[in-house]
């Protein structure tokens, strides 16, 4: 057994410390659509300024 044993209270608190401070997941696909939107975007407004 560990030095430090804590009780219920104590890991409860402990998880919801670290739930808190847990880096957001990297969404891989979203970030791709964010991308492939702003790129279509981007290739339209070119489209249309040379179309004037």
């Given at each position: 057994m560990?030095?430090?044993?804590?009780?219920?209270?104590?890991?409860?608190?402990?998880?919801?410390?670290?739930?808190?401070?847990?880096?957001?997941?990297?969404?891989?696909?979203?970030?791709?659509?964010?991308?492939?939107?702003?790129?279509?975007?981007?290739?339209?407004?070119?489209?249309?300024?040379?179309?004037?």
């Amino acid at each position: 057994m560990g030095k430090y044993q804590l009780d219920s209270k104590g890991r409860q608190a402990v998880s919801k410390y670290h739930e808190k401070r847990k880096p957001d997941q990297f969404d891989k696909q979203q970030h791709l659509d964010k991308l492939r939107t702003a790129y279509l975007e981007k290739k339209r407004k070119q489209a249309d300024e040379t179309s004037e």
